[in-house]
């Protein structure tokens, strides 16, 4: 199976070591890098040079907001897929989501197992 190349935008160290490790155990990941602020996600998931296939985003982070995130990312290659992993997910939040062009929106509390399912189904279309 293939090894996604998966970017995650985490404010929270903790959550983020978790999900790294749940991810890479148990979903086929490999972690290509990480960020705590919308400029610091934006900036590295838009330039051209930085090979990734899944960017998992947090809506609230230390500066900024992970929406601003996902807006500058539409334009993205078909392969590149995007998710949100938020613990605020209303209705109006997925429908914003889905308006911006995300792939999947999954809540921390109770849809991890969901994330794994949506990045082993990923890897294998890239397989």
């Not at 490790?21 to 919308?38: D, H, I, N, P, R």
């Not at 392969?79 to 429908?95: E, H």
Request: aromatic share 6%; hydrophobic share 40%.
């Amino acid at each position: 199976p293939v090894l996604l190349k998966t970017y995650i935008v985490e404010d929270n160290a903790t959550i983020r070591e978790n999900l790294m490790g749940t991810l890479e155990e148990l979903a086929k990941v490999t972690t290509v890098g990480t960020a705590e602020t919308e400029k610091e996600g934006t900036d590295w998931l838009t330039d051209r040079t930085h090979v990734w296939d899944l960017a998992i985003v947090d809506l609230y982070l230390k500066q900024g907001s992970g929406m601003g995130i996902l807006a500058a990312c539409q334009k993205r290659l078909p392969q590149q897929k995007m998710v949100v992993l938020s613990n605020y997910v209303t209705p109006d939040v997925r429908k914003r989501c889905a308006q911006l062009g995300v792939d999947a929106v999954f809540d921390k509390s109770n849809e991890i197992e969901a994330l794994v399912d949506f990045c082993l189904q990923h890897g294998r279309s890239l397989g």
